[in-house]
């Protein structure tokens, strides 16, 4: 079976920089649309970037457009999640899953397997 394990997260301070990876095992991830999504404690889940199986077309919510870049290396079976100019409202849990296509990118009922997200935290 499929699962999905994050990396990559930690502590930064407000203006600095972290790679997210995704990293898949027990499948590839060629056949799949890959999501991130970002929780934070007693809020909904949101959906901060999409990227295609082949990495030729990719979606992000407003709060990270021109933040945030998704990309993926399909024979390293990973997916990335650059995160520039981060700001205290990044702060939270980041997930990675594979995209279902049940509705739209952004609907966290989309998608099927999920990573057991990676903590990110934004702090002077």
């Known amino acids: 079976q499929l699962q999905l394990v994050e990396s990559g997260g930690g502590l930064v301070q407000p203006g600095g920089s972290l790679r997210l990876s995704c990293t898949a095992s027990g499948s590839t991830l060629d056949r799949y649309a890959i999501g991130w999504f970002r929780q934070v404690a007693g809020t909904e889940r949101e959906g901060v970037a999409r990227i295609s199986s082949s990495g030729g077309s990719t979606a992000y919510a407003d709060s990270v457009k021109g933040r945030f870049t998704i990309s993926r290396d399909n024979a390293k079976n990973t997916v990335y999640l650059q995160m520039n100019n981060l700001t205290p409202e990044d702060t939270a849990v980041y997930y990675c899953?594979?995209?279902?296509?049940?509705?739209?990118?952004?609907?966290?009922?989309?998608?099927?397997?999920w990573g057991q997200g990676t903590q990110v935290t934004v702090s002077s």
């Open positions: 899953a594979t995209d279902a296509h049940r509705g739209a990118w952004t609907w966290p009922g989309s998608y099927e397997y």
